[in-house]
Structure formats: structure tokens, C-alpha cells
């Protein structure tokens, strides 16, 4: 297998993460009106990251246990709209307990 | 081409300083456990820098480092960027609509570039037209805490007990959960998506075959099929762009207002 470069890796993500950016701004005159577009653009995000969150939180610590005590720690400061830090804080706190 | 910096009004770039350095504060928390699985990538702290610098992006640096750990692709690499970004996306075209007419592709291009969740939440509650001082003394601010927090974490991510170290690599999950809980709460059809999410998520990585996947991949494929099946079953209401914009990010921006003045 190839050396991948790190370099390339890091040069990759800065050109397409701001590319995805600049284009809509480039492209777009009008609002988008296609409904089934808009509608994926609205659940990407919180798709994008409920996966991203889920497993992986249970999984980085060195029992399930904590990881999910954390998990469900935040969603309640989430639930109850606590903000972005101390969210957080919370899931931090919570780990840093119980390991 | 000429750029026009007289537009950038003093008292526009003060507004966006107050208003940017409570975003900066909770993302040098934030990048500093994004410095931590960086480290594992191999980035050192200047890399790591730049990199944030550069892309600030709290979802695509993560799946971006976890790839590079493993050594994936490049072709894997740039479908992560693609997925975990889209919804800059969809911010930069809600930003479109908030910019004067008038305002030159200069400022238009650079406006783009600031999008981040908190900054296009801050930028798009701006009264009227946002100025495009005000989203960048923002940007630049939360930027550089951005860009200083992953170094930080870097190097701070090798030297600390490694309890601590598990413990901080949980704020950016609880990142990730502040977006995307709220929403949850207001609007039940995301409510079901993310449930749907959390239940498939778990499944795949424990699946035969695609539990191989990595992570990355998991989550671009994961991501096209699920809000596909929801646009499908749950379309959006028709209503003018930025009443459709998730609004946590609104949220936090006049919270942090609110704490201000």
C-alpha cells in the first residue's frame, strides 16, 4: 500500500470544505425551490452528526458504561437547551467520573 | 478588480467582535479535544493550526483526522468533506439572501468562506442586510481560538493523564448533541431522523460486512441514505428559506446577546 501524505490529506479538506462555501454563493440568484432538495439540505446536518456521535461516544472510552451514562447526559443538557459549552462540559464531567 | 474596503464600518467590526468571542470561547474547548485526535492523525501543533485555520470545520476535521489515522483514501477523504460539510451549504445559500445587493464578488466569496454553524447563526439573525464586517470580525476572532484550541490540544493531548485525555475527547460529541437535540425537540420529524440514525449507526458498526466499513464511510453513506428517506417520507413545508433554517445556531447567538448586554 502507497504512503498517503499528510499534507495532501490536510490540502484535500481545506479546498473542498471551502469550495462547498463559496459555490452556493456563486450559483445560487434566487432561493432554491425544488422541495425535495431543500428538504435533504435540512436533514443533512443533524443526520451528518447524530452518526458521527453515535457509536463513536460509547465506543472512546474503555468501557461502554460511561460512554453511554455521557451520551444520554447530553442529550438531556441538549434537550433542555443548556448551549454549547456547557453541554459539553457536562459530557466531560460525566466521563472524566466515571473512568 | 477593485475591493471595496470602505464598506468595513468600525462600529460594524466592534458589533462582530462582541458577538464572536463568546463562539470563540466554546470552541476552544472544542477544537482542543478535535487537537487530541489530530495528534493521533499525526499532525503537529503548526499543521494543526493551519489546518483548522484553514478549514473550521468541527465535523469534517473530525472525520477528516479519524481518516487520515487510518490512512484511507483520498477519494474517502473528499467524500467526507463533501457529506459532513453539506450543510455549509445550505448556510451559504440562506447567506446569499442576507447580503446587500450591490456587494462585490470580493466580500460576497469571503462572506462564504466565515460560514461556520455559529457564525452564519449570528450573521443571519443581523438585522436587515448583514454587513460584511460584522461576520468578519466574527470569523476572524472565533477563528483564531478555532485554530489556537486544536494546537493547544495537540500538544496538551500527550502530556495529560489519559483519563483526562478520554474525558476532554467527549466535548465534541456534546458539541455535536447541542446542534442537533434542540431541533429535535422543536420539529418531531428530525426528532425521527435522529433516532433512526442512532439506531442504524449502532447496527452498521456492529453489522457483518459493513461493520468493516470505516468510520467515514459509514457515515457518508449513512448520511445520503437516511436524509434521502426523510426528504421522501417528511418534506419540509414551503415557507421562505430562512424560516427553514435550523435554528439552533440562532439560538445560542441571542443567547450570547442576551448574556451581553
Redesign the interface.
Known amino acids: 500500500m502507497e504512503q498517503h501524505s499528510i499534507f495532501i490529506y490536510i490540502l484535500l479538506s481545506i479546498v473542498i470544505t471551502n469550495l462547498i462555501r463559496v459555490t452556493p454563493m456563486i450559483l445560487i440568484k434566487g432561493p432554491i425551490t425544488n422541495r425535495f432538495v431543500r428538504s435533504f439540505l435540512y436533514y443533512v446536518p443533524y443526520v451528518t452528526l447524530a452518526v458521527m456521535a453515535f457509536p463513536d461516544m460509547i465506543l472512546a472510552t474503555p468501557t461502554p458504561l460511561p460512554g453511554i451514562i455521557a451520551l444520554l447526559a447530553g442529550i438531556v443538557a441538549a434537550w433542555l437547551r443548556l448551549g454549547l459549552f456547557p453541554v459539553a462540559a457536562i459530557c466531560c464531567v460525566t466521563v472524566y467520573l466515571l473512568i | 478588480m477593485t475591493v471595496d474596503f470602505d464598506i468595513l464600518k468600525r462600529n460594524e467590526l466592534r458589533d462582530g467582535l462582541r458577538d464572536g468571542i463568546p463562539i470563540a ?2 470552541y476552544f ?2 477544537t482542543f479535544s478535535l487537537g487530541i485526535i489530530a495528534a493521533r ?3 503537529t501543533a503548526p ?1 494543526g493550526f ?2 483548522s485555520f ?4 468541527s ?6 483526522y479519524t ?2 489515522a487510518v ?4 477519494v474517502e ?2 467524500a467526507m ?10 448556510m ?2 440562506a ?3 442576507k447580503i446587500a445587493p450591490g456587494t462585490s ?1 470580493f466580500h ?2 469571503l ?3 466565515c ?1 461556520t454553524d ?1 457564525v452564519f447563526g449570528i450573521s443571519v439573525a443581523h438585522p436587515d442586510y448583514t454587513p460584511p464586517a460584522y461576520t468578519y470580525s466574527a470569523a476572524m476572532i472565533s477563528t483564531l481560538f478555532w485554530a489556537s484550541g486544536c494546537a493547544v490540544g495537540i500538544v496538551a493531548g500527550s502530556l495529560l493523564p489519559q ?2 485525555v ?20 422543536k420539529d418531531r420529524n ?1 426528532l425521527y ?2 433516532t433512526a ?2 439506531v ?3 447496527l452498521c ?1 456492529v453489522a457483518p460486512i459493513i461493520g468493516e466499513w470505516s ?1 467515514g464511510m ?2 457518508v453513506v ?2 445520503i441514505v ?3 428517506v ?3 417520507l ?3 413545508k ?1 415557507e ?2 430562512e424560516q ?1 433554517e ?1 435554528s439552533s445556531s440562532l ?2 447567538s441571542s ?1 450570547d446577546r442576551g448574556q451581553q448586554s
Open positions: 470561547m466554546g474547548a472544542v492523525a499525526g499532525l499543521l493551519l489546518s484553514f478549514t473550521r470545520a465535523a469534517g476535521e473530525y472525520g477528516t481518516l487520515v490512512q484511507a483514501t483520498y477523504v473528499i468533506c463533501l457529506v459532513a460539510n453539506l450543510r455549509y451549504m445550505l451559504s445559500a447567506l446569499s439572501q464578488w460576497r466569496i462572506m462564504a468562506c460560514v455559529e483519563p483526562m478520554t474525558a476532554l475527547s467527549m466535548s465534541l460529541y456534546g458539541m455535536f448533541l447541542a446542534i442537533i437535540i434542540p431541533p429535535a425537540h428530525v431522523a435522529l440514525c442512532f442504524l449507526s449502532g458498526a468510520s459509514r457515515t449513512l448520511t437516511i436524509s434521502t426523510a426528504a421522501w417528511k418534506p419540509i414551503t421562505p428559506m427553514q435550523p439560538e445560542w443567547r
